[in-house]
């Protein structure tokens, strides 16, 4: 009989079976299958062969299918997983889990897996409380500027006659009932707050109708507006940067405009700086050349006064562009219309409260030239007239037009053009800006009447500035002055090049026995080795030589210079050397500035340059300067007074006027040195940079020479080129006068050999 089980199996006792053979019949079996074979051949098929599982359904006939297969998972299961063999399975599993979570927690990849994404609320559109979507007007704004400068928002159907789904489109732009849709503002979700006036501001000057005003200003009539070209960044210092204005005046005057004369300081020019033009040069500098201009600070009056706020656009002149093999013009529709799209940090100072100028409506322009324009003059003058042409351009004012959706709509030329210039050669010739420029009146055969502008001469350096360099010279003659650019000048030059220009110091001085003074204008900053050079002046502060020196100075340039002055002592040391005459000192502006203010020497300025200087104004100058009232007293005492702080303060006041001053007095000296430039822009073999501001000097000179007549009463002298006329050697024609040149240049060389 079967007997069933509580676990719900069927459980056979082997002594009941009928089926099986008895109990001693089955030990006999067994024992004689043990003993019939060896023990290697048992274990060897034991071993060779798959382990049988034991199957349950001999045992069980009456077993369903279903727990037949129930049964055999749970056998594979208890084998498999519960077994030896399934244990190392699940604890290899658990070893290399451990591991996984240990490697993740330790580099932070598990913090990162699990953490929520971020971000992904920023990116949702706002909801106003009223559940009103919120867009930042801004962003409207940019897609709006784009889609006028693409001229995807054209009305005119036939604006592309290639396009076979123009009507497609234009159809689809339009309301089902015709009307336009295109114009259709943005929902306003926010109103600005209204912002107080405040009480304690200046009053506003009263606004001048624009007809009226531009009439008082720049002459114009029947209702055409004034219109200007700003000079707002000019890329070079000073005396390059004469050059590169020069040019803007004359795109001007080809374009029919006033050229307003920026501001000044520190060596540069631009809208941005403190002092006027006229702190720096004659006002009549370019309108002396041909050029119709007008004061910064005038410009600026005329902003404000204006009842219409004039139009206004940023026009880049840059460089040659990579990617641009033929040049190119850029319309920058998206960017802020009030600044430079490649240079977005620089602040070109035009913005409101400075100006009322209103650069909404033009969007930035940006001009590059051809690869290699500047090698011939053609290149130069064919790049110069396509800028004409292009400012001239219906079809980019039209596109940078930021006044109406479509770039057939009418279109006004901005009232201002305001340059950011960073060319380095010159684009435009007299002749060419003359015969582009528009005018009224014609003659006979149709040209144009426009007075051809004269060449470009460096600019006359306000009156201040000459005075008192006529004072320096006049202190110092007879001398002779030296100009030593060292900047780039390969380190391992300065030494030779300091021991020629003592040779050559020597050599004058023994053929010029009165002189009395080297007068030294460098970049490097020599009173800093010497404080004698520069005694007392701005105590704390540095003399400022160059702006971009300190950038290439090394340690051979200080061993240099301070041999050099080691050397000149010992030279030209009072009872040192075969020379007649009085000794050699050496000496800079620095030192005359502190001598002049302190009176030293009987030292005074002339009255007319001691009010000069006595009424100068800046914010940084000392309150000494100025009277406690503020007022300015007339007494000659208090006009000397103010006139020597203001003397001592220069350096704070501008330290551009160092450069300026020393251009001054060099050309004025008796003899004047400088070192052999290089070719071009290399520095190799020479003792010298190449420089504008020598070039500058040393034309100054040329033409005080030929205004002089020579350098002797005789007529005898040093030619233009530095070599001593038939008189001057002999002695027979005349002698040599202080005040007057002696000779234009003179040059020290790497070698040591004369070279002039």
């Known amino acids: 009989m079967h007997a069933h089980s ?15 053979p008895s109990s001693s019949s089955s030990s006999s079996l067994l024992r004689s299958s043990t003993t019939a074979g060896s023990p290697s051949s048992s274990s060897r098929d034991y071993l060779s062969r798959p382990r049988a599982r034991r199957s349950s359904s001999g045992h069980r006939p009456n077993q369903s299918p279903l727990r037949s297969a129930y049964d055999h998972a749970a056998t594979w299961l208890t084998a498999r997983v519960v077994g030896r063999t399934g244990l190392r399975r699940w604890m290899l599993v658990v070893a290399l889990g451990l591991g996984a979570a240990l490697y993740l927690t330790r580099s932070g990849a598990a913090t990162a897996a699990w953490s929520p994404r971020k971000g992904a609320a920023d990116r949702r559109v706002a909801l106003s409380p009223e559940g009103v979507p919120v867009v930042d007007r801004s962003t409207l704004d940019k897609l709006r500027l784009l889609e006028i400068h693409l001229g995807a928002d054209e009305d005119d159907p036939a604006i592309d006659p290639v396009d076979e789904h123009r009507d497609v489109r234009y159809t689809a732009r339009k309301r089902p009932g015709g009307t336009h849709d295109l114009d259709r503002p943005p929902l306003v979700v926010d109103i600005p707050d209204y912002v107080k006036p405040d009480p304690s501001a200046p009053p506003n000057p009263d606004k001048v109708p624009a007809d009226v005003l531009d009439y008082d200003v720049c002459g114009a009539t029947d209702g055409r507006p004034c219109q200007f070209l700003i000079p707002a960044w000019l890329g070079e210092q000073e005396t390059k940067a004469q050059q590169h204005l020069y040019q803007l005046g004359l795109l001007a005057l080809a374009l029919n405009r006033t050229l307003v004369l920026p501001n000044v300081s520190k060596s540069r020019l631009g809208t941005c700086y403190r002092n006027p033009f006229a702190f720096y040069y004659s006002e009549a500098s370019l309108s002396d050349l041909g050029i119709r201009t007008i004061s910064q600070a005038d410009f600026v009056v005329w902003t404000i006064r204006r009842d219409r706020q004039p139009s206004a656009q940023v026009v880049t002149m840059a460089n040659a562009k990579a990617g641009y093999p033929q040049g190119a013009v850029e319309i920058d529709s998206a960017s802020d219309p009030a600044l430079v799209p490649s240079k977005p940090t620089r602040n070109l100072c035009l913005r409101a409260p400075r100006t009322r100028l209103d650069f909404a409506g033009h969007s930035p322009l940006a001009m590059y030239p051809p690869e290699g324009y500047h090698k011939s003059e053609a290149g130069r003058l064919g790049f110069g007239e396509s800028v004409i042409n292009t400012l001239r351009s219906h079809e980019v004012g039209s596109r940078s037009s930021r006044a109406s959706s479509s770039r057939l709509a009418a279109f006004a030329l901005p009232d201002v053009l305001a340059f950011n210039y960073e060319l380095r050669f010159p684009i435009l010739s007299p002749a060419v800006a003359a015969n582009l420029a528009p005018s009224s009146s014609s003659s006979s055969d149709g040209v144009a009447l426009v007075q051809e502008p004269l060449p470009f001469a460096h600019f006359p350096y306000a009156e201040t500035w000459t005075s008192l360099a006529d004072v320096v010279a006049s202190r110092l003659s007879p001398f002779v002055a030296i100009h030593w650019r060292t900047e780039t000048l390969p380190p391992a030059n300065l030494a030779p090049c300091a021991s020629s220009l003592l040779a050559k110091l020597a050599a004058l001085k023994r053929e010029h026995p009165s002189l009395r003074h080297v007068y030294l204008a460098t970049d490097y900053p020599i009173e800093q080795l010497d404080p004698q050079l520069a005694p007392s002046v701005d105590p704390g502060t540095e003399v400022a030589h160059s702006g971009t020196f300190a950038k290439s100075v090394t340690e051979q340039h200080h061993v240099a210079m301070r041999r050099f002055l080691r050397d000149f002592k010992r030279t030209f040391a009072p009872g040192r050397g075969r020379a007649a005459g009085p000794p050699l000192e050496l000496t800079t502006f620095s030192k005359e500035q502190a001598a002049l203010a302190q009176g030293d020497d009987g030292a ?27 007022a300015l007293d007339d007494d000659p005492v208090s006009v000397s007074a103010r006139a020597q702080a203001t003397l001592r303060s220069l350096g704070t006041l501008d330290s551009g006027l160092y450069g300026i001053l020393d251009k001054l007095v060099a050309a004025q000296a008796e003899l004047f040195v400088t070192g052999v430039p290089g070719a071009g822009s290399s520095t190799a073999g020479a003792c010298a940079k190449l420089s504008s501001f020598t070039t500058q000097l040393v034309g100054a000179r040329e033409v005080l020479w030929d205004e002089q007549g020579g350098a002797t009463r005789g007529g005898g002298g040093e030619g233009p080129s530095g070599d001593e006329g038939e008189g001057a050697r002999a002695g027979e024609q005349g002698v040599l006068v202080p005040g007057r040149l002696w000779n234009t240049v003179a040059h020290f060389s790497l070698s040591g050999k004369e070279v002039d």
């Open 6 to 20: 509580p676990s719900q199996s069927y459980r056979i006792p082997v002594s009941a079976s009928p089926h099986h």
């Open 604 to 630: 005074s300025l002339p009255p007319r340059l001691a009010a000069q200087l006595a009424n100068l104004t800046s914010p940084t100058l000392s309150p000494a300067t100025s009277s406690s009232t503020g």
